[in-house]
């Protein structure tokens, strides 16, 4: 079959949009760049756009020691380390249970999970305080793995369960037939099949977890426990904030994220799609 050719000029305008909203994207990491490397008399009488008259590097070094910063990306990095893996295995054993196992109310379950989804985190801190402080779980990390790991998994099953359900279920019946039981399909068949939907979870679950800011500043206050994101905040003074410190800070936290993304950005785009058409 001869393939379809793009007209030239829809192409370009193609790439036009792509590269305007690449730029979209881009401009503000750009403006923090700027700012960090900046000094502080530099950054007090030039626009904030403006290219910095001396790179500072060493704004990085110090941001870093002063900011306490390999202590508050550790901590990060054992929340997401042990949440995400768990997450994305309870979310997988629930879309395989409403996918695979035949039971009457699988799509109404489905549905009570999706709920989950509408619901506002501010909604439910008053209710999460009290449960967590009544169970003794807030400054814990049990009690974050709980909070984190409930709010993932609406989307994890969302994901998970459009990919599932895009896996013949004849595989199945030769697994049976192999002598393979429902976990050992679970564990032999469809999670394998589903490595690039759970490469596209562990893209955003990472970023998420990695970046959440509103429930760790109110149910971390140990500072030797807080996350990268709320330990940002001890560039900001009683009277002034040190602007360039923080901006350099944040392209620091950034780095784990960008990490991420390119070991597993191959399968994105297959996974994504694949959970969308199921």
Known sequence: MEELRVHPGIQALRYTVLILLAAIFLIPVLFIAFTALKSKSDLLTSPFYALPQKFQWGNFAEAWN?????MYMSNTAFICLVKVPLGIM????????????NFKWSNSMFAFFLVGMMIPIQATLVPLNIFLNKTHLVNTYPGIFLVYVGFGI?????????????IPKEIDESAL???CGDMGKFYRIVLPLAMPAIATLVIFD??????????????????????????????????ATDYTLMNAGVLISIIPTLVVYLLFQKYFVSGLAGSVKG
């Open 177 to 179: 037939i192999d002598g």
């Open 90 to 101: 309870i979310e997988a054993l629930a879309a395989f249970a409403l996918t695979r196992l």
């Open 206 to 239: 990472f970023m998420a977890t990695w970046n959440e800011f509103l429930l760790a500043q109110i149910f971390i206050t140990k500072d030797s426990m807080r996350t990268i994101t709320t330990g940002l905040l001890s560039f900001k003074g009683e009277h």
């Open 66 to 70: 002063q900011g306490k910063m390999s």
């Open 154 to 166: 609406p989307f994890g099953i969302l994901i998970l369960r459009g990919f599932f359900r895009t």
